[in-house]
């Protein structure tokens, strides 16, 4: 399985961005999806999760309101879309999904928010 994310970019404060993820190879069965981000100096956080069928998502109080994360079963991607991002959103954002009891990481994409 390999988990590949895009999107990523420079934007400035206020801004928005827009994640993918696509997974590949023996998909069938992805159970939740997630997306981490590690910012400069700091350990790697949750950001957002959904869970296999969609119905149920939940966001780090540091991002409610302005992240949404949603997928596509059909497609095997994932999105997070990232509304009024503020320098401290700067970070490595992480694809990861668990599948038939194997957590999958992808290589992560770069976010840089400038004030």
């Known amino acids: 399985v390999q988990l590949v994310e895009s999107g990523g970019g420079l934007v400035q404060a206020g801004g928005s961005l827009r994640l993918s993820c696509a997974a590949s190879g023996s998909t069938f069965s992805i159970n939740a999806m997630a997306w981490y981000r590690q910012g400069p100096g700091k350990q790697r956080e949750l950001v957002a999760v959904?869970?296999?069928?969609?119905?149920?998502?939940n966001y780090a109080d540091s991002v409610k309101g302005r992240f949404t994360i949603s997928r596509d079963n059909a497609k095997n991607t994932m999105h997070l879309q990232m509304n009024s991002l503020k320098p401290e959103d700067t970070a490595v954002y992480y694809c990861n999904a668990y599948i038939r009891a194997t957590w999958y990481w992808g290589q992560g994409t770069q976010v840089t928010v400038s004030s």
């Open positions: 959904i869970t296999s069928g969609g119905g149920s998502t």
